[in-house]
């Protein structure tokens, strides 16, 4: 199949379907026209590549998972890139709990808050757990 049907069947465009084989993910060969020419697989492999690009990975870091994917006689490669996923995973969960601190902090915040009533030491949250006197100036907190 040629680059603009792969990109009609998958919803990329054709300049995304190019990158992704200038840069090793996927495979096509050239047509004695010089038209890329693509097997039916590509489809789901360019799936794959979406789904691992809107995870939040770049193309350095798919390019192994996918030939693990592809190629299951590797064991040792997938092995390592199971512990890798395994530690993308981990960030990921960290960072969640963190943002999920972050806005429970900031509700916090705000909630006590209404516009006659501008926010004071007792209204302000630590986010460290350590109990501390916000400086005020005027009425309103420095810095706010």
């Not at 300049?15 to 993910?25: D, F, K, P, Q, W």
């Not at 390019?63 to 890798?84: F, H, K, M, N, Q």
């Amino acid at each position: 199949m040629l680059v603009g049907e792969l990109a009609r069947r998958t919803g990329c465009t054709p300049r995304m379907i190019r990158h992704y084989e200038r840069h090793g993910l996927l495979a096509g060969r050239r047509l004695l026209n010089g038209y890329r020419d693509f097997p039916p697989e590509a489809v789901e492999q360019v799936r794959r590549i979406r789904t691992l690009l809107d995870a939040g990975m770049n193309v350095a870091a798919a390019r192994p998972l996918l030939e693990c994917v592809a190629d299951d006689g590797r064991p040792a490669a997938c092995d390592a890139l199971r512990r890798r996923v395994g530690e993308e995973i981990a960030a990921i969960d960290e960072h969640q709990q963190r943002l999920a601190r972050t806005r429970a902090a900031l509700l916090a915040l705000i909630g006590p808050i209404t516009p006659s009533s501008p926010p004071t030491p007792s209204t302000v949250p630590d986010p460290t757990g350590q109990a501390h006197a916000e400086q005020t100036r005027g009425g309103t907190m420095d810095g706010l």
